[in-house]
């Protein structure tokens, strides 16, 4: 994105085809995969990247500035089309799916948070956090004491924890 | 038209962005606003000939600095509105602390005056016509920023509403201050805090109308 606003045409298409990706899925989930509504926001979508990119603040992080822009959209089709479209319950499924594009959005954020940590912190909070492991298992797997562990993943929460709020401050 | 297609058209068509660009549009229109707001107060009230005597007194000055302030922490508010996803902690404490500012200033002024008198110190002479003349002196300002911010992409139209009309009130207050007369700080606290709030809320029934993109 940065690359982009910097006038960079070829950083700024890898950027659009990526959020083409991610978005998809976003609208798939919520209009039903393939329709002809859903490629029509996700065009819309990347247009409004595109004319809007001025507004997104560098210093902030871009996966939200996209997904307010991506559910702006979709509003904006709701409010058009006069009626909110039902979930079928058994497609409610796909709501909690674990796998999905726009966790790998959040990932892209997360990887970088973590990237700022320790080695071991990371790894530990991965393991903990996002792997399911307990953390008997990861006093394991890392060779540390279970309370060393616990410390470990506390103290590193805090300190992602913080940053994300030094960069919304 | 296929999407890879409109990738590549877009892609094709990128021009470097200074940053600042959007902020400099803002100020841009504040600037309007203000000028759009001297025309109507010194047009419609006309000129006051002890002008330059009470530009030498300090309570002449606390008015436009009250209301300027409050223009800047709207400022921000404007500005985050209009970035999708951004949060506006430092508007709100600016916004916060000039009232908290003028409240303690109006306070001290009630303290110190005979009690009869308070009365009198919050009404002064032109009670009825400052939240009026504000909401007037506030249009320019309100017309240009709302433009303005309907080319960002605000994604919460009544909330960016309101910090637009908060933002042409503080701009709007801080010219009709010249012209103002008063000059007790309660008077300031009620009738300008309540002029500026209620462009906040013209702005806030405006955005869902005008703002969308």
Not at chain 1, 103 to 114: W, Y
Not at chain 2, 51 to 65: E, G, H, I, N, S
Not at chain 2, 148 to 164: D, E, I, K, Q, S
Request: charged letters at 15%; hydrophobic letters at 50%.
């Amino acid at each position: 994105m940065l690359r982009g606003l910097a006038g960079e045409a070829s950083a700024h298409g890898e950027l659009l085809t990526l959020m083409s990706r991610y978005l998809r899925g976003y609208f798939g989930r919520r209009l039903g995969a393939g329709t002809a509504d859903m490629e029509d926001l996700v065009q819309d979508t990347l247009l409004a990247i595109h004319l809007k990119r001025e507004t997104y603040d560098p210093a902030q992080p871009f996966t939200p500035w996209a997904y307010m822009l991506a559910r702006y959209k979709l509003l904006d089709h709701f409010r058009r089309q006069g009626a909110r479209t039902m979930v079928p319950l058994e497609d409610a499924g796909a709501l909690f799916a674990t796998e999905n594009a726009e966790e790998g959005a959040v990932r892209r954020d997360l990887g970088k948070l973590l990237g700022g940590l320790p080695a071991h912190q990371s790894q530990l909070l991965q393991d903990v956090k996002l792997t399911g492991l307990s953390m008997e298992e990861a006093a394991a797997k890392s060779g540390m004491s279970v309370s060393a562990v616990k410390v470990s993943v506390h103290r590193g929460l805090k300190s992602m924890a913080k940053r994300v709020r030094d960069a919304d401050g | 038209m296929r999407t890879d297609e409109l990738i590549g058209v877009l892609a094709g068509a990128v021009e470097p962005i200074p940053p600042g660009r959007v902020q400099g549009r803002l100020l841009l229109a504040c600037l309007a606003g203000v000028l759009g707001a001297a025309a109507l107060v010194f047009g419609i009230l006309g000129l006051k000939h002890d002008f330059p005597r009470v530009m030498l007194t300090a309570p002449f000055w606390m008015k436009p600095a009250y209301t300027t302030w409050f223009a800047v922490g709207a400022f921000m508010l404007v500005d985050r509105a209009g970035r999708p996803g951004a949060k506006a902690t430092t508007g709100r404490l600016v916004l916060v602390g000039a009232l908290a500012a003028i409240a303690c200033l109006a306070a001290i002024n009630l303290v110190f005056t005979p009690p009869q008198m308070r009365m009198h110190a919050m009404m002064g002479l032109s009670a009825r016509l400052c939240p009026i003349a504000i909401i007037v002196s506030a249009i320019p300002a309100l017309v240009a920023v709302l433009i303005v911010l309907r080319g960002m992409a605000p994604t919460r139209l009544t909330h960016a509403g309101m910090a637009a009309g908060l933002l042409a009130g503080g701009v709007g207050a801080s010219v009709y201050a010249l012209w103002c007369r008063e000059s007790t700080a309660a008077f300031v606290a009620v009738w300008y805090t309540l002029g500026i709030v209620a462009c906040g809320g013209i702005g806030a029934l405006l955005g869902p109308l005008v703002l969308r993109w």
